[in-house]
């Protein structure tokens, strides 16, 4: 008989209340209007404020960061690059173009564009036309797109997004969650560095019309250099941004706010929150021992578990919530175990906030041990089960 269960350690990190030996300069209190918000730090993945983060809206524009997730790796795999030219079909001026009177680069019907001039047309101006010709360029129609689009979300581990067609256009089950959004930009910002640059361009001219980026972020210089705005009218407005100031930099994810500029305002707020209030702490070096684990069947019966990099996160300048860990992994290893094998997961909190996640490897080998070794392991297993 073979149990399985999961073993969780609890620590009580003995680290000091205040996070920092000078007096503390802003509140770590912080609220928004937003009902939707998910703020981390890019460096470290510290959650620093989060509110039903996993609970999906109505995508609308904000769905175009996907949609530059498949063409950035289109070009990264060499499906197509940037002068590779696709046609405008009727389907995308129609539904795109300047007769649907949403956001559009004024692409011309019937003719072709080169992929690097559709990018800025989405990155810049989230422009409808644009979207919809990359989605028949790489797929042959924007429905089999967005199998693709759905495809990468999995794969990405976006759980709670949903995607009918490139644009967000209205669709039903067109839906993000701001969870996913930080995940999806933080993957377009540090996988796709010499594309993601094209968000931050301040203005694209075609067919001789001149546009403006359609993310005010970026022109407000506090270090916004992507990603995109939404709207539906049943999540309001909203937005997925990534911010760089003073060698830090944030992703933010919003959704629900009542107006543009309840949504600039909030961003701008959050995003000065986030750069001010908090400071660094390291917790453990790499290679430090943070737990031990349980093996089965092997020559010890326990491994030291490591964390493989240094493990940082940000806390509340005036911090006095005590930080705690759990080590959660599956009981009990079986033998034999490699070193540097990943096992389990090192879970942070601050008080009730839970801060991030960090993977544990082993830190040494273990055999497998001898016959009456693990007779015994299977005697204690048999009896824990049964208790």
């Known amino acids: 008989m073979s149990i399985r269960s999961i073993a ?8 000091p209340l205040s996070a920092a030996a000078e007096p503390a300069r802003t509140s770590a209190t912080f609220d928004t209007k937003a009902r939707q918000a998910y703020l981390v730090d890019g460096a470290t993945g510290t959650v620093l404020f989060a509110r039903n983060e996993n609970e999906p809206v109505t995508a609308a524009s904000l769905a175009k960061a996907m949609t530059l997730a498949i063409v950035f790796k289109a070009l990264r795999t060499g499906e197509t690059t940037l002068e590779t030219l696709y046609p405008v079909s009727e389907h995308a001026w129609r539904t795109g173009g300047a007769p649907s009177r949403t956001a559009t680069m004024f692409a011309a019907l019937n003719s072709r564009i080169r992929v690097e001039d559709l990018i800025r047309g989405v990155a810049v101006q989230a422009a409808n036309d644009a979207c919809i010709i990359l989605a028949e360029g790489l797929s042959g129609s924007e429905g089999a797109f967005a199998v693709r ?15 009918e067609n490139a644009t967000g256009l209205p669709a039903p089950g067109n839906q993000v969650s701001m969870h996913d959004l930080v995940v999806l930009a933080r993957h377009l910002h ?7 640059g094209y968000y931050a361009e301040p203005e694209f001219e075609w067919n001789r019309i001149r546009q403006r980026n359609r993310n005010p972020l970026v022109g407000l210089n506090i270090g916004a250099d992507g990603l995109v705005m939404g709207f ?15 060698g830090r930099r944030l992703y933010l994810a919003m959704s629900g706010l009542s107006s543009e500029k309840e949504r600039l305002d909030e961003a701008r707020r959050i995003i000065d929150w986030g750069m001010t209030a908090f400071t660094s702490k390291t917790l453990f070096k790499a290679g430090d021992v943070v737990a031990e684990a ?19 996160v940000l806390l509340p300048i005036d911090n006095t919530d005590r930080l705690a860990a759990r080590v959660i992994y599956s009981w009990p290893l079986r033998a034999p175990v490699g070193p540097g094998q990943r096992v389990g ?23 497998v041990g001898t016959l009456s070794s693990r007779a015994l392991d299977a005697l204690q297993e048999l009896l824990f089960f049964w208790l």
């Open 232 to 246: 539906a009218e049943d999540a309001g407005y909203g937005l997925v941004v990534s911010v760089e100031r003073g």
């Open 190 to 196: 540090q996988s796709y560095p010499d594309l993601y």
């Open 345 to 367: 997961v090192l879970r942070l909190w601050n008080g009730d906030r839970f801060l991030r996640e960090v993977p544990l490897e082993t830190a040494s080998a273990v055999e």
């Open 149 to 163: 689009m759905n495809d990468e979300a999995r794969q990405l581990g976006l759980t709670q997004s949903r995607f």
């Open 294 to 312: 349980s093996v089965y069947g092997g020559s010890s019966g326990r491994v030291p578990l490591v964390t493989p990099k240094e493990v940082d």
């Open 8 to 15: 969780i350690l609890v620590l009580c990190l003995l680290l």
